[in-house]
Structure formats: structure tokens, C-alpha cells
């Protein structure tokens, strides 16, 4: 089971202690811990709050959720009065916090604050009947409103919502720049598998998505390319094998994918590292600088169907697409492409069309996926008017039946699946 504590230095200035809960899920080669609570957790160390971090992974067959109470108990009761408990809330642990939060004993003057997906894309007036409990919610980015949260900075200049109170719909804003690194602050311990980022948002709208600000601020955010330098110094001094880089798209940027690739070559990195790339567009110089890296290209195509991509806003040019794709083998770059399967409109035939096309250009590496309905994104709206139907009981709801495909359908897609 993986389940850890981590504990801060204490403040000396007067504040409140926080306690930090990341209940995450994880897959083949993902770091341990999750980087958007690691990040709330740096920015927290750096201006010397006192804090615990208590993890778990929901995905391992041992996690516990018993015990994941216990831990999260014993470390309010260290930290005492007027202490913070924040969640991030996500669809694969939204049960689960609910349940903790029904059974967790908080001391005098301390207050639960949810944040993640499952916050920041809910609508208005609809946090507080999902979670009861919850006293504070952080739409958006959550470093600077925890930390001023914990600073008692006066709720308005916080960018939450405060339960009972119209709910405006705020989101937390973050300039990135000078933001602590959850590796240097020494917050993420290193490990052979890492996960990394160099940027967040994404200038795609596409309607399965969470990767998107709600409000659609500034869609795509760099971080300093002086943090990522001490940062991949960090993963080369420690010999880390994987690091998977969690960036929608690594290169939306041309010039900055390039600077933080010959960075990466500079400190010495020698692990195999994975990035989400878009075959469109690639570009010669930045196929030119994987050079000397070991590289593994993923490619989230979801479908061959022209129809199928445009209605979910994730439209594939597939002339160019092969094209692109043609370049990658021909320079021997290693690559994956990823399919959805359970999209409105896709039938048995155009996912098993795309399928075979992927067969027929050689990919090495197929991998598909039912289609999960995300809080916030156009598809979870438009559940009826495709006859999207999810699964009952899982921990991840995934779509099982629609206008397009039976039940019985979506058991062959996800044999096709199983059998890539």
C-alpha cells in the first residue's frame, strides 16, 4: 500500500497549520506523489508554514480507506486547533472523501477546504449539497489561496468561496512565475519513476477534457525555465529512470519544448521520458531536439472518424497526421498512440477503423480507453442528448452504452482494448 506522512518544519509566525490530504490515482510509471498537492504543499513549506502531507493511492489493491482515516485523524489531532484540512477533490476519490469527511473529528476553529476538478468545475450552487461538510472551496489553482488561507488573509482577498455564501463562481489565480518547486523544497521525495511539469493549461478545447481553465484564462502557462533547470538537475544527480511529464501538450510552445529538452541534456538526464505530443504539430526542429534523449512520444489521437473527432471538438487532419507520423519512424523515435473508445456517435465499426488504422501505419504501441465524463466538460452536459450511459458501482465511472452502441457493443470494444 502506498500511504506516507510527511511533516514541515513549524512556523514562527502566528498562522494556522494545515493538513494536506492527496488521496491519487496512479498508473505504470507515474511518480508517488501527486504534483498539484506537492506544489500547495512547497508553496506552504517556503513561507514556513507548519503542515503535514498525508497520502494514498486509491488505485493500489491494498489502499485502505480505514486507515487513510486514522493517518488523517492523528494528524489533526498533532497539529490542534484552527488547523486546515484540505482535499483535492478528483472523480476517481470524490466518494471517498465524502466518506472521510463524514467521519473525521475536526478540533475547535478548524476548517475543511476542498479543491480539484471536482471543485473548480462544479456550477454554481452546487458545492455545498455535494459536500456538507466543507467550509472552504478553491476554484482553480490552489497554492496561493491555501497559503493565504493559512496566512488568516481576510476571505475576499482569498479567491474561495466560503459555504453559505453566494457562490460567485471565483477562481484562485497563480502567476507561476517564482512559484517553489515541490522538488527542491524537498516536498516530493526523488524516486526512479517521477512525474514532472513544465506548463500548465492548454490551448485545446477538447470536449472529453478537464485539462482547461474554467473561466479560460490564460489557457497555457510556462513555467521559468531556472526552476526546470534545477529541477532536472535534481532527477539527473539522482539517477531517476522514468519521468513522465504531464503536460497536455509538451510542445505547444515550440521554442520553450526546446529549451526544456536541451536542458534536460545539459544536466545530464539520461532516464526515458515520456511526453503528450500532437502529430500536427510537430516540427522538424523539435524532432531534432530529442536528439540525445530517451524519448517516448504519446500521442492522444482518440479517433480516425472526421465526424466523430469534430463533435467532440478534438478534430484530427489525419493527411497530416500520417504525414507527421511518417517523419517520427522514419528518425526511429519511440511512440504510442492512445484511443478512446465509448465516444457519442462512434459505433463498433469506426472504433475498430481506427483500430486498424493504427495497425496499418505500424504503431508500436495501441492503447485504448473507455470514455470517463468529466466534471465541467461539454460531454458530461450533453450525458442525454447522446444517450451517454455510465457504469455503476466503479470507482471511475466510464460510459458503457449510447444512441450508437449497445452494452453488448461496448464489451467487444473493451475486449479490442484489452487485446491491443
Not at 506552504?44 to 491494498?62: C, F, H, M, N
Not at 529512470?241 to 538526464?269: C, M, W, Y
Not at 489521437?301 to 522514419?330: C, D
Amino acid at each position: 500500500m502506498t500511504t506516507s506522512l510527511i511533516l514541515s518544519t513549524r512556523n514562527t509566525k502566528p498562522s494556522r497549520n494545515v493538513v494536506l490530504v492527496a488521496i491519487d490515482w496512479q498508473k505504470r510509471g507515474d511518480g508517488k506523489t501527486s504534483l498539484g498537492i506537492a506544489s500547495i504543499a512547497a508553496t506552504l513549506k517556503a513561507a514556513g508554514i507548519r503542515y503535514q502531507l498525508v497520502e494514498g493511492t486509491i488505485s493500489d489493491p491494498d489502499f485502505c480507506l480505514e486507515d487513510m482515516q486514522s493517518r488523517i485523524q492523528r494528524a489533526l489531532d498533532e497539529m490542534g486547533p484552527n488547523t486546515l484540512l484540505g482535499f483535492g477533490v478528483f472523480v476517481w476519490n470524490d466518494e471517498a472523501v465524502c466518506d472521510l469527511l463524514s467521519k473525521l473529528s475536526l478540533h475547535e476553529g478548524s476548517r475543511i477546504v476542498l479543491g480539484g476538478p471536482q471543485v473548480s468545475y462544479m456550477p454554481a450552487g452546487g458545492l455545498e449539497p455535494a459536500y456538507p461538510q466543507a467550509h472552504w472551496f478553491v476554484r482553480g489553482a490552489g497554492e496561493n489561496a491555501m497559503l493565504r488561507l493559512a496566512q488568516a488573509v481576510p476571505l475576499a482577498q482569498c479567491g474561495v468561496h466560503s459555504a453559505g455564501q453566494p457562490d460567485l463562481a471565483l477562481q484562485s489565480e497563480l502567476p507561476l512565475s517564482g512559484l517553489p518547486s515541490p522538488f527542491v523544497q524537498g516536498v516530493v521525495q526523488m524516486a526512479s519513476e517521477m512525474r514532472w511539469e513544465t506548463q500548465r493549461g492548454c490551448t485545446f478545447k477538447c470536449g472529453f477534457c478537464q485539462h482547461r481553465d474554467p473561466d479560460g484564462r490564460q489557457p497555457t502557462r510556462m513555467f521559468d525555465l531556472d526552476r526546470l533547470a534545477a529541477e532536472a538537475q535534481l532527477f539527473a544527480d539522482h539517477g531517476v529512470k522514468r519521468i513522465s511529464i504531464l503536460d497536455p501538450i509538451f510542445h505547444t510552445n515550440n521554442e520553450h519544448a526546446i529549451a526544456v529538452l536541451n536542458l534536460l541534456k545539459q544536466s545530464g538526464v539520461t532516464a526515458q521520458i515520456a511526453l503528450q505530443c500532437r502529430f500536427e504539430m510537430l516540427t522538424g526542429s523539435f524532432l531534432d531536439a530529442l536528439d540525445g534523449l530517451n524519448v517516448t512520444l504519446e500521442f492522444g489521437l482518440q479517433t480516425t472518424s472526421s465526424s466523430v473527432s469534430k463533435l467532440i471538438q478534438r478534430h484530427n487532419n489525419m493527411p497530416k497526421v500520417e504525414e507527421k507520423l511518417a517523419l517520427v519512424k522514419q528518425r526511429g523515435i519511440d511512440f504510442e498512440v492512445s484511443l478512446i473508445y465509448g465516444l457519442p456517435t462512434q459505433t463498433l465499426d469506426s472504433f475498430k477503423a481506427s483500430v486498424e488504422w493504427c495497425k496499418r501505419q505500424q504503431v508500436p504501441r495501441v492503447m485504448a480507453w473507455p470514455l470517463m465524463l468529466l466534471r465541467g466538460t461539454p460531454l458530461y452536459d450533453q450525458k442525454a442528448q447522446y444517450g451517454l450511459q455510465e457504469s455503476v458501482g466503479k470507482t471511475i465511472p466510464i460510459v458503457i452504452a449510447s444512441n450508437s452502441f449497445t452494452e453488448a457493443e461496448y464489451k467487444v470494444m473493451a475486449n479490442i482494448a484489452e487485446a491491443l
